[in-house]
């Protein structure tokens, strides 16, 4: 197993393996693997690192098979702010830059219940349906903009593309919120806010 702060090629191997049988386990279950069952020792960072337009990369070369990139994202566990690599025998940290996901589709589509619901593509393909469970947050941009970001799973988010941001602010309105005018989005029977409306409007 690697050791604090190194990494070989043959942890990599067994991760990948360990990842394998247990995205093998899961499928008979048409689930994802429970890491939030899992509590192995941790085992040392490993070289990988999420950027922040949601390529991974491993000892700095981008790790170029979808499907690996799709495997490792099932396995993925975020404890106390950091991220894991995570299998029932072991578990070993990584970098992300920012988020560990990229919502890179959008779906406007009409719930059940007759409103709206807004559903997400990310860059490993899991759908996801914005809701109560699965929030949206919008985070302040360095550039002074907003930067939408949607739940995914277990504390991990998706980064919504600056694209799909600007389809959201045309479908946004205003709402009173707590007794204040805000500018927001619905989705899944619940309201997102983004901005405070008059903020909005002066920007407009």
Request: glycine share 10%; aromatic share 8%; net charge negative.
């Amino acid at each position: 197993m690697a050791k604090q702060g190194q990494t070989t090629n043959q942890s990599l191997d067994g991760l990948t393996a360990a990842a394998r049988d247990a995205a093998t386990k899961s499928a008979a279950d048409k689930g994802l693997p429970p890491v939030h069952l899992w509590n192995p020792p941790f085992c040392g960072d490993l070289d990988m690192r999420i950027a922040g337009d949601g390529t991974w990369f491993y000892m700095g070369t981008p790790i170029g098979r979808p499907a690996l990139v799709r495997l490792f994202s099932t396995i993925l566990k975020r404890e106390d702010g950091k991220h894991f690599l995570v299998t029932p025998v072991e578990k070993v940290g990584i970098r992300v830059d920012d988020a560990p996901f990229l919502a890179v589709e959008m779906l406007n589509e009409q719930s059940e219940r007759g409103g709206r619901l807004l559903r997400f593509r990310t860059n490993v393909d899991d759908w996801v349906a914005c809701d109560g469970g699965h929030r949206l947050r919008f985070e302040m941009a360095a550039d002074g903009g907003l930067t939408p970001y949607l739940h995914v799973r277990s504390d991990l988010w998706a980064k919504v593309t600056r694209a799909l941001y600007y389809d959201l602010v045309d479908m946004g309105e205003e709402r009173v919120v707590d007794g204040q005018p805000m500018f927001g989005i619905e989705s899944g029977g619940e309201f997102f806010t983004m901005a405070d409306a008059k903020q909005v409007r002066d920007a407009v």
